[in-house]
């Protein structure tokens, strides 16, 4: 015979008195088991309570397939003796952000069928998030929009909250918003007229007490929709997060946090025309340093060369070079070691992945390529002409 569940009819119960029927074990550790209990076993997506039985620490709750519950108990502790009475203590604050949570949950669902056309597929309230996977793929924003509105329209209204086993009869004609999981002892979630749902889990009163909701984000997963939410106090400490953010950037954008996204764009602006403007002055750049080495080097001898400037820099050099018929052999000191890069011109019998490879193993570096161009990084190192003969 499973536990009375106490919380089918008061989620509100936070105390009580219950018989210890026996010591058992859930996946190797120590649990109770009670006559009845107002603890909530992790199921349906909502994870079980936490709390104090008998003066000992509960830290979780689950239930078999025989529907008997299982308190598991802090380790180390000793379990209240099987016959006697003992008090149980549910920790509230995890349970009212459950509730809140698991309410939260039905009043979306429900939302996101009739503004989204998206029926649940499966629901997580976890630790520090919930998610509801939803059966449709790429919901525009737009919907998801209206669908939370709509939810916390039924927030505002205070709407009561009732929970029911009703007879096979009165089940029948309920119009649920999916199939129970069960087939007998169906308990029912009605919230106003707005959802009814077969669910054994705790819920608010009253809609007010979930506070506020709060789509959070969307992601594609495995062919349909993944939302993740937050409600009540969850909710709120996350909109206070995120308005803590917006006001720092605000901050220092000196502006007001209504106008963080027209100066993110202008920053947008202004450094997709630096980078222009960077670009151009780097080609520039390139096409002179380029000209004054082939000019400094021995007629018809590869170019090589240390070069002040970043990678990006030496490429661009680099392609110069070769363009002019030389092979370029160049590195770029910096305080991370020097970035080296090897090309060869047309015609040229240069291996430039075999000349670095043998310039790193001799250096302690790094990098590889082809036969025609190779790139890597190597320590700084004094006589880079030099080194490179040494290897050719």
């Known amino acids: 015979m499973g536990t009375e569940r106490l919380y089918h009819a008061d989620s509100y119960l936070r105390e009580f008195t219950a018989r210890v029927v026996a010591h058992a074990a859930w996946k190797g550790a120590p649990s109770v088991v009670l006559d009845r209990t107002a603890f909530y076993p992790e199921a349906g997506?909502?994870?079980?309570?936490?709390?104090v039985l008998g003066g000992v620490a509960v830290v979780d709750v689950q239930v078999d397939d025989d529907g008997v519950v299982h308190h598991l108990i802090g380790e180390g502790a000793a379990?209240?003796?099987?016959?006697?009475?003992?008090?149980?203590?549910?920790?509230?604050?995890?349970?009212?952000?459950?509730?809140?949570?698991?309410?939260?949950?039905?009043?979306?669902?429900?939302?996101?069928v009739k503004a989204a056309a998206a029926p649940t597929a499966s629901a997580r309230l976890g630790e520090s998030g919930c998610t509801i996977d939803l059966a449709r793929d790429r919901i525009p924003e737009a919907e998801l929009a209206r669908a939370e509105e709509l939810a916390n329209s039924?927030?505002?209204?205070?709407?009561?909250?009732?929970?029911?086993?009703?007879?096979?009869?009165e089940l029948?004609?309920?119009a649920l918003r999916r199939e129970p999981k069960v087939d007998d002892h169906v308990r029912v979630i009605a919230i106003g007229d707005f959802d009814l749902s077969p669910c054994g889990g705790t819920h608010c009163a009253r809609t007010a007490q979930v506070g506020t909701l709060r789509i959070l984000g969307a992601e594609r997963y495995k062919g349909m929709t993944r939302i993740t939410f937050a409600a009540g106090a969850r909710a709120r400490a996350e909109l206070a997060a995120?308005?803590?953010?917006?006001r720092t950037?605000?901050?220092?954008?000196?502006?007001?946090?209504?106008?963080?996204?027209v100066a993110v764009d202008k920053m947008r602006r202004d450094l997709a025309g630096a980078r222009d403007s960077l670009k151009e002055q780097r080609e520039r750049l390139a096409d002179l340093t380029g000209a004054a080495l082939i000019a400094s080097a021995d007629a018809d001898a590869r170019v090589v060369a240390s070069i002040a400037g970043d990678v990006e820099l030496v490429r661009a050099v680099a392609v110069k070079i070769v363009a002019a018929g030389r092979d370029a052999?160049?590195?770029?000191?910096?305080?991370?070691?020097?970035?080296?890069?090897?090309a060869r011109a047309a015609g040229s019998t240069l291996d430039c992945g075999a000349l670095l490879g043998a310039i790193a193993k001799a250096t302690g570096g790094r990098g590889g390529g082809k036969p025609e161009r190779a790139e890597g990084r190597v320590p700084v190192?004094?006589?880079w002409a030099a080194l490179v003969a040494r290897h050719v």
């Open 329 to 342: 052999v160049l590195c770029a000191p910096s305080a991370e070691g020097s970035a080296v890069v090897i």
């Open 249 to 261: 950037l605000a901050a220092a954008f000196t502006c007001a946090p209504a106008e963080v996204p």
């Open 381 to 383: 190192v004094e006589g």
């Open 45 to 51: 997506g909502q994870l079980g309570d936490r709390g």
């Open 172 to 174: 029948a004609t309920l």
């Open 242 to 246: 995120r308005d803590a953010a917006l």
């Open 79 to 112: 379990l209240p003796a099987i016959g006697d009475e003992a008090g149980g203590a549910i920790d509230w604050a995890r349970r009212r952000q459950h509730m809140a949570q698991h309410t939260g949950q039905h009043m979306l669902s429900a939302a996101l």
């Open 154 to 169: 039924i927030v505002d209204d205070d709407v009561a909250i009732r929970a029911w086993f009703p007879e096979p009869a």
